[in-house]
Nanobody, 127 residues
Framework: QLQVAESGGGSVQPGGSLTLSCAAS????????IGWFRQAPGKEREGVAS????????NYAEFAKGRFTISRDNTNDPVYLQMNNLTPADSAVYYCAAAPVLEETPYHLKEWGYNYWGQGTRVTVSS
């Protein structure tokens, strides 16, 4: 059984930056894609970015392109989500999730296939 846990959330002013991390434990010998999702109050959860187990392929939602960077050094290392130029619209609970697949092409940002979810970490962007 794979477990994932997020950390790094907090409060930041508009225009600021924040880095979230996602650590996996348990069945870490299985290759897995990591995806970041977020859910703002009153809105549906949406995909933010994903990265394959090797780290060679990434996928970003349109709103994340140019501002957010997802990365991992090695297969079993934490996955980071660097977020720059944050706006109040980025305020949400951010979740990381793992899809136990060996994939080398950019992986989708829909919730299906991501079987293991963290509890979420809150990001608040406010002046």
């Amino acid at each position: 059984q794979l477990q994932v846990a997020e950390s790094g959330g907090g409060s930041v002013q508009p225009g600021g930056s924040l880095t979230l991390s996602c650590a996996a434990s348990g069945s870490i010998f299985t290759p897995y894609v990591i995806g970041w999702f977020r859910q703002a109050p009153g809105k549906e959860r949406e995909g933010v970015a994903s990265i394959t187990s090797s780290g060679r392929s990434t996928n970003y939602a349109e709103f994340a392109k140019g501002r957010f960077t997802i990365s991992r050094d090695n297969t079993n290392d934490p996955v980071y989500l660097q977020m720059n130029n944050l706006t109040p619209a980025d305020s949400a609970v951010y979740y990381c999730a793992a899809a136990p697949v060996l994939e080398e092409t950019p992986y989708h940002l829909k919730e299906w296939g991501y079987n293991y979810w963290g509890q979420g970490t809150r990001v608040t962007v406010s002046s």
